[in-house]
């Protein structure tokens, strides 16, 4: 059998690989193809005609019924159809529509193993982008680098020199018509090229300069082809290592002005990079890296920014604007879109979906207003399913939850792009976690969830009994078993599926990736979220509406009505999806004959959400009874969780070994960012062997806490020990205060301390003036012959006149000194004021200069770094203390 494919003398590079794609097809149909290029068909037989609407190969060379179908096409849009002359026309609206036909076809004929006889087809995305995202990061800090920085070297991402890689990758993403691909890395430049005027900046050598030039041609040409448009993301402002060494200064600095010579080099790094590869976008995160939401932000972007990449244009003799993606997160990106539209045309702006996790279909509040407000600026604002700290590593492919998703994309937040991370393993990509020898490659492992994502980002509106069927089809072919055990693996898929998005929305401190949700919590953050730093816009836009474990216990003792979504509730409905889940993936496991080796690993992680399920659920009925006594003091009321307790220990311990032999690791970032359930620090608490201790020595020190109180005698008092001040030398000019009650702690207002906790009586205080907080912040230097802490403490409220706490979910620099965690919650009141919550900076010994953003503060003081902290609840926010001393 033969088959002519004839495109048009255009010679569209997309078009040319989407009639490859047909050829390829047919070839394993034992059809002998040939491609021509050609501006008519004439009297070929057997020809499927390839091309753009606008070709001259389909001038004035239409059929009628086709030319009426093609006036209705959107971009990336495109028909298929057969003549009753057999000949079947592909037409896409532009380049990329073309390939999606050809990419429908051969799909067609793939999966029924024929050309089918007559077609009319037309279809056309949803989603103007639809990308996925790679990050050019590792799971720890390279030697002498900060967080993001992450220079390309063979050493560092020999993966990223793998040309056979990329094609996989890309191949992958045109089959799912994927039409973008991130590449995420603090700052790319200084790996790419260098700049005459600072050419000490270059972090590489220069074969390896010439090796990354090499490879970001060929992936960007590939990438092309394939219809996929890649976008080089960078943080501002960080600056390679060699260009701060050289001017003195820090690589990282959130809280530094606008420096000129940094202005200088980011401008013409941008230029140069723009005038050398034009065909890249580029995506800007202009929080995190220097102070969020500011004049400072807009100046970046309008006179930094965009002035670079129109110098690049001008150098390159281009007119047509590449695209920049203005990443929303940690910037007022309403307010930076409206300086630099005037500037700049092709802007779009992105933002997270669910944060740094997957949580609900139904986000509201304040996160959904600000995503509507993104859309109606009139730019495509792009939705980005980013880290998913909840789900790594478990293997996560619910078809109805991740169209559910999409769909209120579209209709909540108005978006009309996806920007896809990996489902796990951002941080060690290219491998998942799974302990396999030789390692998996992330993109085989996790297949389902970029196929999903991609199928309802093309079109969210599917019917969903036919996506069942769909799904159970793809499953059923995948491991060789009969269409009812295909529709048996997806419904574990579903069923495990809403076990963490639950857990985390009703359970968490933070939809960020601070938290891995998998390893589990402790008692204390079940039962006191609020000294860990609680992230409240999980709960108020990122979760439905409903009550956290606090208010639950609340309502119960005070006999109230509960709202929404409860804790008891998610409780029963996780144990209950796990219990299914497991019953769905034996039902199929009789039945598989491919693929084994993947299926048992998939079985065992349905498995795993099942114990990770009863360890939370009987974790939380125990924290409820825990919670009851702090307001009946009845020992008895513990003794009713000890049980509880007991329980999810043991399903942890299942956990454990279910996790032993088949995981390296539970999060990919290893990080001091980590802190949930403990801080992990050079790859500690990454594995839940190392938690199991944890939750043990917990469940034992809580027996003997209820052994304390049932023999502690009536009026014993514990006696507190006042923090010692620490002996250091102030350099820059301060007034000191002695903190005490009735005495002031600003240097321009009246503000004097109401109550204040024991421990932080008559240490030194350094008293600012309050306005020059406001105005430019809080700069302190000193000198110090001895490790010290330094304490800082912030009102405990959202305000602009107030300084932000450390918050780890905007601010990656944000435990650099150990300072993202509360030490003591309600520590200090002002007359006036809201409490203070206390954070303590470690510093070494030698001198230091410690800048804090704008926004009043109180600087409490230096102590000893040896001088024990213990994290309480002083408790005079008038709500109570707290009673996390019955686990520590």
């Known amino acids: 059998m033969q088959k002519t494919i004839v495109i048009s003398s255009e010679n569209n590079a997309r078009v040319r690989f989407g009639a490859e794609r047909i050829s390829k097809a047919l070839s394993g149909l034992n059809y002998q193809t040939k491609i021509e290029q050609k501006d008519k068909i004439g009297s070929l037989n057997n020809v499927i005609a390839v091309g753009i609407f606008s070709d001259r190969l389909f001038i004035n060379n239409l059929p009628f019924e086709i030319k009426n179908k093609l006036s209705t096409a959107k971009k990336e849009g495109f028909h298929i159809y057969t003549t009753k002359a057999g000949t079947i026309y592909i037409i896409g609206n532009d380049a990329s529509g073309a390939l999606y036909g050809c990419i429908e076809l051969a799909g067609q004929i793939n999966s029924t193993k024929k050309l089918p006889a007559q077609l009319a087809i037309s279809d056309q995305p949803e989603m103007v982008l639809r990308g996925t995202c790679i990050g050019l990061q590792k799971p720890d800090y390279l030697p002498g680098h900060d967080v993001y920085e992450y220079p390309y070297t063979p050493e560092t991402f020999p993966w990223l020199y793998d040309k056979a890689l990329w094609i996989k990758y890309l191949d992958m993403m045109v089959e799912n018509r994927y039409n973008s691909l991130y590449l995420w890395n603090g700052h790319p430049f200084s ?25 970001f041609k060929f992936l960007t040409k590939e990438a092309d082809k394939r219809g996929i448009w890649v976008i080089q993301m960078f943080y501002n402002i960080i600056i390679p290592k060699p260009f701060a060494d050289k001017h003195g200064l820090k690589t990282q600095d959130r809280n530094r002005p606008i420096i000129p010579i940094i202005a200088d080099y980011t401008r013409k790094s941008i230029a140069a990079f723009v005038e050398k590869y034009p065909n890249v976008g580029l995506m800007v995160a202009l929080g995190e890296a220097m102070e969020g939401v500011g004049q400072d932000d807009i100046d970046w972007f309008t006179k930094t920014i965009i002035p670079g990449v129109k110098d690049g244009l001008k150098a390159a003799g281009i007119k047509e604007e590449p695209p920049i993606v203005l990443r929303a997160h940690d910037t007022d990106a309403p307010s930076v879109m409206k300086a630099a539209l005037p500037l700049y045309k092709n802007l779009y702006t992105e933002n997270k979906f669910n944060g740094e996790a997957l949580t609900t279909y139904t986000p509201r509040g304040a996160w959904a207003d600000l995503n509507r407000k993104l859309a109606a600026i009139g730019t495509v604002n792009i939705s980005n399913v980013h880290i998913l700290a909840n789900l790594e590593p478990f293997r996560y492919g619910s078809a109805d939850f991740i169209q559910k998703s999409v769909q209120a994309m579209n209709k909540i937040y108005g978006a009309k792009g996806l920007h896809l991370y990996p489902q796990a393993s951002y941080w060690d990509w290219p491998y998942s976690a799974d302990e396999v020898k030789g390692r998996l490659l992330e993109v085989d492992r996790d297949w389902i969830w970029y196929k999903e994502w991609a199928r309802y980002s093309w079109n969210s509106q599917r019917d969903r009994t036919k996506e069942i069927d769909y799904w159970g089809k793809e499953l059923a072919v995948k491991y060789g078993t009969n269409l009812t055990n295909g529709k048996a693996i997806l419904n574990a898929y579903e069923e495990s599926g809403e076990i963490s998005p639950k857990l985390l929305r009703r359970y968490g401190i933070t939809d960020g990736n601070r938290q891995t949700l998998t390893l589990g919590m402790l008692m204390t953050q079940l039962i006191n979220p609020y000294r860990y730093g609680l992230f409240t816009l999980l709960y108020e836009s990122e979760a439905p509406e409903g009550e956290m474990i606090i208010d639950y216990a609340e309502k119960e003792w005070k006999k109230q009505g509960h709202i929404g979504e409860t804790p008891v509730q998610v409780a029963k409905e996780v144990v209950d999806h796990g219990k299914k889940a497991i019953q769905s993936i034996n039902t199929a496991a009789t039945d598989v004959k491919k693929d084994t080796a993947e299926f048992r690993r998939l079985k065992n992680d349905i498995y795993c959400y099942d114990a990770m399920a009863n360890f939370y659920a009987e974790k939380v009925k125990a924290a409820l009874w825990i919670l009851r006594y702090k307001y009946s003091n009845q020992v ?32 990919s970032m290893q990080t001091k960012q980590r802190k949930i359930p403990m801080r992990g620090v050079d790859k500690t608490f990454i594995h839940w062997r190392e938690m199991l201790p944890v939750f043990t020595k917990e469940l034992d020190q809580f027996k003997r806490s209820i052994d304390s109180l049932k023999s502690v005698k009536n009026g014993s008092v514990t006696t507190i020990i006042p923090y010692k001040a620490a002996d250091v030398k102030l350099l820059n000019k301060t007034e000191n205060y002695v903190i005490a009650k009735d005495v002031a702690v600003f240097a321009d207002t009246t503000a004097y301390i109401k109550e204040v906790a024991a421990q932080l009586t008559g240490l030194k205080g350094i008293k600012f003036s309050k306005a020059e907080q406001l105005k430019t912040g809080t700069e302190i230097k000193f000198s110090t012959n001895i490790p010290v802490k330094l304490l800082v403490g912030f009102f405990n409220q959202k305000n602009a006149e107030y300084l932000a706490a450390p918050q780890l979910e905007t601010d990656a620099s944000a435990n650099n000194y150990g300072q993202s965690e509360i030490k003591i919650s309600n520590a200090l009141v002002l007359n006036g004021f809201p409490p203070v919550n206390v954070h303590a900076y470690s510093f070494q010994a030698g001198t230091h ?40």
Do not use: M
């Open 636 to 667: 008895s009321d513990l003794e009713q969780a000890l049980p509880f307790l007991q329980k999810s220990v043991d399903h942890y311990a299942a956990l454990v070994k279910l996790t032993n032999h088949n995981y390296l690791y539970a999060n």
């Open 849 to 888: 200069t410690l800048n804090l953003g704008k926004g009043a503060c109180l600087i409490l003081g230096f102590i000893d770094d040896k001088q024990e902290l213990r994290i309480f609840n002083a408790g005079l926010d008038g709500r109570g203390k707290d009673i996390d001393w019955l686990f520590e």
């Open 191 to 215: 790996s790419l090229l260098r700049l005459k005027d600072y050419s000490y900046a270059v972090e590489v050598d220069e074969a390896t300069l010439k090796k990354n030039e090499e490879i």
